[in-house]
């Protein structure tokens, strides 16, 4: 059975500094529709844009995954995305009234915590997945870093660091089904090696870092006067190296660096917009990778979304033949465009139409060289989405569907005789108040013909 969407029961809200800025955040994640997916919204900029969580929208990975959109940025969104995304969250927007999440202790303990106080309401949508078909690479020889990824039934995570560092070593972190994400991987902060911290200050960031939100790395003795520069650098009186540590006398877990770079991983794959069956074999991760490799699987998938989803063949159990479809719609030839229907659920639908040289339109469209009209391929999406609308009405025949709108017509290639039409469209919100709003393709084969965004209204037939 495929797994449903869902959302947040109701609003949590987060109160701290931001990591590099060292402003004062207030953000606030609220249940959304299905199909929203996460979206961060900035309260504090006219017109309180909306910036989708999405792999498109990355601009910086310098010290954290930031995305942007119309010059309105959010920064270091790993934490809450992969606390969002690993609890089960499909869909929310995120209010917040600064440029920056709030750090909290350098982890998301606190947001798995209040995300499972809140709880999940399932929605009616089916949730997506990206399925890997074949064996990934992505690599960047001279920093030894790699991300492999296999096919899978199910999603997992191996994660390998090894900076050379006598302090870390050699680590591994692993997160299989199964795994308590809230207490395996949500716990885990940030580290920073202190030889970093000095040129991050003279860029002006880590504003809010503090030795409660980070651990520090230190590779080499230091010596008092080092200490003494320290303290006046963070403002503490009993700043002190223990077991390679500053101040951070002891790790949640003996592998807990590597146990964050997993979390991080998990919340920039988020950004892909849907969850992966795959396994993952990361060595060496970082934002920068990590993003690198959630834009070459969104390439991929807009490759797939140029393919069909369904699959016709002749012979096939048939969810309505054309007496189905007659009753399902009220149009009539010449004007009825749907032969078939092989597929249909509460979100999507697919049907055929047989193009013959009998089409009444070819006598006149174009005598010589006959081709199916744009219009009338639009048409018959439309009475294909009509099915749709009116899957689950009682009396369909006493209804029709109506166009509203038609947006992002593209015409990819041309439809002539011999050829079978197949139309794939899928709700793009929730059926509300009679208001259907679908996308639309229709193939030739596996070559994609036309696509369209349709909005039409049910309405009761007057006679």
Same mark, same amino acid.
């Given at each position: 059975?495929?797994?449903?969407?869902?959302?947040?029961?109701?609003?949590?809200?987060?109160?701290?500094?931001?990591?590099?800025?060292?402003?004062?955040?207030?953000?606030?994640?609220?249940?959304?529709?299905?199909?929203?997916?996460?979206?961060?919204?900035?309260?504090?900029?006219?017109?309180?844009?909306?910036?989708?969580?999405?792999?498109?929208?990355?601009?910086?990975?310098?010290?954290?995954?930031?995305?942007?959109?119309?010059?309105?940025?959010?920064?270091?969104?790993?934490?809450?995305?992969?606390?969002?995304?690993?609890?089960?969250?499909?869909?929310?927007?995120?209010?917040?009234?600064?440029?920056?999440?709030?750090?909290?202790?350098?982890?998301?303990?606190?947001?798995?915590?209040?995300?499972?106080?809140?709880?999940?309401?399932?929605?009616?949508?089916?949730?997506?997945?990206?399925?890997?078909?074949?064996?990934?690479?992505?690599?960047?020889?001279?920093?030894?870093?790699?991300?492999?990824?296999?096919?899978?039934?199910?999603?997992?995570?191996?994660?390998?660091?090894?900076?050379?560092?006598?302090?870390?070593?050699?680590?591994?972190?692993?997160?299989?089904?199964?795994?308590?994400?809230?207490?395996?991987?949500?716990?885990?902060?940030?580290?920073?090696?202190?030889?970093?911290?000095?040129?991050?200050?003279?860029?002006?960031?880590?504003?809010?870092?503090?030795?409660?939100?980070?651990?520090?790395?230190?590779?080499?003795?230091?010596?008092?006067?080092?200490?003494?520069?320290?303290?006046?650098?963070?403002?503490?009186?009993?700043?002190?190296?223990?077991?390679?540590?500053?101040?951070?006398?002891?790790?949640?877990?003996?592998?807990?660096?590597?146990?964050?770079?997993?979390?991080?991983?998990?919340?920039?794959?988020?950004?892909?917009?849907?969850?992966?069956?795959?396994?993952?074999?990361?060595?060496?991760?970082?934002?920068?990778?990590?993003?690198?490799?959630?834009?070459?699987?969104?390439?991929?998938?807009?490759?797939?979304?140029?393919?069909?989803?369904?699959?016709?063949?002749?012979?096939?159990?048939?969810?309505?033949?054309?007496?189905?479809?007659?009753?399902?719609?009220?149009?009539?030839?010449?004007?009825?465009?749907?032969?078939?229907?092989?597929?249909?659920?509460?979100?999507?639908?697919?049907?055929?139409?047989?193009?013959?040289?009998?089409?009444?339109?070819?006598?006149?469209?174009?005598?010589? %060289? =006959?081709?199916?009209?744009?219009?009338?391929?639009? /048409? *018959?999406? @439309?009475?294909? #989405?009509?099915? +749709? !609308?009116?899957?689950?009405?009682?009396?369909?025949?006493?209804?029709?569907?109506?166009?509203?709108?038609?947006?992002?017509?593209?015409?990819?290639?041309?439809?002539?005789?011999?050829?079978?039409?197949?139309?794939?469209?899928?709700?793009? %919100? =929730?059926?509300?108040?009679?208001?259907?709003?679908? /996308? *639309?393709? @229709?193939?030739? #084969?596996?070559? +994609? !013909?036309?696509?369209?965004?349709?909005?039409?209204?049910?309405?009761?037939?007057?006679?």
């Amino acid at each position: 059975m495929p797994c449903k969407q869902h959302t947040i029961t109701s609003p949590i809200t987060f109160k701290g500094k931001g990591l590099h800025t060292g402003l004062n955040v207030t953000m606030t994640v609220n249940p959304a529709p299905e199909n929203t997916g996460i979206r961060f919204r900035r309260t504090d900029v006219e017109g309180q844009p909306e910036i989708p969580a999405l792999s498109d929208f990355v601009t910086d990975t310098s010290r954290g995954t930031t995305i942007e959109k119309d010059g309105v940025k959010v920064s270091t969104i790993e934490h809450i995305m992969a606390a969002l995304w690993t609890s089960g969250v499909d869909n929310a927007v995120v209010d917040i009234d600064a440029p920056e999440t709030p750090i909290l202790d350098g982890s998301a303990k606190e947001y798995v915590a209040k995300i499972g106080e809140a709880g999940l309401t399932a929605q009616e949508a089916d949730r997506e997945y990206y399925e890997v078909r074949e064996k990934f690479t992505y690599t960047v020889p001279e920093k030894n870093v790699s991300i492999e990824i296999y096919p899978d039934e199910v999603f997992s995570v191996n994660v390998n660091i090894d900076y050379n560092s006598r302090v870390l070593g050699n680590q591994y972190a692993t997160f299989v089904p199964g795994d308590d994400f809230a207490s395996k991987i949500a716990p885990c902060r940030t580290f920073v090696f202190l030889h970093e911290l000095e040129p991050l200050l003279n860029l002006n960031l880590i504003k809010g870092g503090d030795l409660d939100n980070a651990i520090v790395v230190v590779e080499n003795p230091i010596s008092e006067q080092e200490v003494e520069r320290l303290q006046v650098l963070f403002n503490k009186k009993d700043i002190k190296v223990s077991k390679g540590y500053l101040n951070n006398l002891e790790l949640r877990y003996q592998n807990e660096p590597a146990r964050h770079k997993l979390l991080d991983l998990l919340g920039d794959f988020a950004l892909l917009g849907r969850r992966i069956k795959g396994r993952v074999f990361a060595t060496r991760p970082g934002h920068a990778a990590n993003t690198a490799v959630v834009k070459e699987l969104k390439k991929e998938l807009r490759k797939n979304a140029s393919r069909p989803r369904y699959r016709y063949e002749p012979g096939m159990e048939l969810v309505y033949d054309i007496n189905g479809v007659r009753g399902k719609l009220p149009h009539r030839p010449p004007f009825l465009l749907v032969d078939r229907i092989f597929h249909i659920d509460s979100q999507s639908v697919a049907g055929i139409k047989n193009v013959t040289m009998n089409e009444p339109f070819f006598v006149g469209h174009f005598p010589d %060289e =006959p081709v199916m009209p744009g219009v009338l391929i639009v /048409e *018959a999406m @439309a009475q294909c #989405g009509g099915i +749709l !609308a009116l899957h689950d009405i009682e009396d369909p025949e006493n209804y029709s569907t109506y166009f509203m709108k038609i947006d992002g017509v593209k015409f990819k290639q041309k439809v002539v005789p011999g050829d079978t039409l197949q139309f794939e469209l899928r709700l793009t %919100e =929730p059926i509300r108040r009679s208001i259907v709003q679908m /996308e *639309a393709k @229709a193939f030739v #084969g596996d070559q +994609l !013909a036309t696509e369209a965004f349709l909005m039409a209204q049910v309405i009761r037939n007057k006679a």
